[in-house]
Structure formats: structure tokens, C-alpha cells
């Protein structure tokens, strides 16, 4: 069963109150979404590898550790996943940006999958699938199924706020899949919205209703 990480750190929590807040307008919303991605990103990276290098500094020579050279990957869902993506990047600039785009079809309420582009090398990298919200599960769960029939190994799942059923959802169908989260909210209301949530992260992000 994958592992679910709530990064209780104060400078994530603060943020992640503000992004919460109706009063918080689209220019800071997405400026604290790409923040606190970041600072996410900081923590959901701790297993990378280190390997020994030699370096000179100005006073002597010493022994050091420099990234290994794992191969990253940042795969958000559109469109919401996207307000995540430059914070990561801030972090992690080498990472290669696939993306795919899911809406759900009105009568069966399944994701349906528009939009895919995902870098070829899929197999050898660790791949950080991002969207701020974490629902009903069905849109990751999808995100997640066509990123390993495309090749993917190794996937992470980081949203800021989740739902439980959401967590239940990722954690039966990719079992294989650690799931980060800022912070696991009560339920679904009954328009599918996560409460207290945030509200739509789409629309706040990007100023349309
Ligand atoms: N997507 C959102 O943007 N917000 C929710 O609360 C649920 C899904």
C-alpha cells in the first residue's frame, strides 16, 4: 500500500491557510500554490540519491556529495496541476514537464483522457505527478494508469489538499504510489468539492469561474 505523507511543516501550513482563504485573490493564490509546491517538492525529494565527488574549494580540496543524476519528471493533470509546475522547477530545473489532460464525461462521470505528452524516457525517470486537489481519486487514478502503460516505474503523487476518498481511491488502484499532501480534509460535499477545501483550484488560479 503506498504511503500517504502530510507535510505538517508551519511554513506550508501557513501558506496553505491563505490559498484556503475566499479573500485571497488569483495573483497570490497562485503565487502561494507555486510556494508551497516548491516547498513540497524540498520534502518529497529526500530519497534522492547522493554520490561522492572530489571538489576544490578556495581553502582545500575535499570530499563532497552531488545528486546522482536521477532522472526527474514533473507530469501535471490539466489544468489546475499547472499552477504547481514552475515552483517545482524553482527546485529541480533539469526536470523534464510531460502533461495530460483528462475531463469527465458527463453521462458515465469517467475521466476521458484529451490530451497526453509525456517525455519518451518515461521508464528511467522519477516522475512526480502533481494537482492541487485530490477528490473523488478518479482523475489521478486515470493520470497515474496512463503514465505506466506509457512505461512509468516509479510515480509519486503530490496534490495540496486531499480528500480521503480520493487517498482510498489512488491507494487501491496504485497501490505502488506514495501520495504527499499539505493536508487531508474531511469528505466531498455533494457537488463533488472537497470540504473545507479551496474551492475550484483551476478557476483561482487562473481568474475564471
Ligand atoms: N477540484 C477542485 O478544484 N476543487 C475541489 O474541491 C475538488 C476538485
Known sequence: MGKVYVFDHPLIQHKLTYIRRTDTGTKQFRELVEEVAML???EATRDLPLEDTTIQTPVASTQTKILAGKKLGIVPILRAGLGMV??????????KVGHIGLYR????LQPV???TKLPTDLEERDLITVDPMLATGGSAVAAITVMKQR???NIKLMCLIAAPEGIEAVQQAHPDVDIYVAAVDECLNDHGY????LGDAGDRLYGTK
Do not use: F, H, R, V
Open 40 to 42: 513540497m517538492a524540498y
Open 86 to 95: 514552475d515552483g517545482i522547477l524553482n527546485l529541480i530545473p533539469s526536470a
Open 105 to 108: 464525461d458527463p453521462e458515465t
Open 113 to 115: 483522457e484529451y490530451y
Open 151 to 153: 512505461g512509468a516505474k
Open 194 to 197: 472537497i470540504t473545507p477545501g
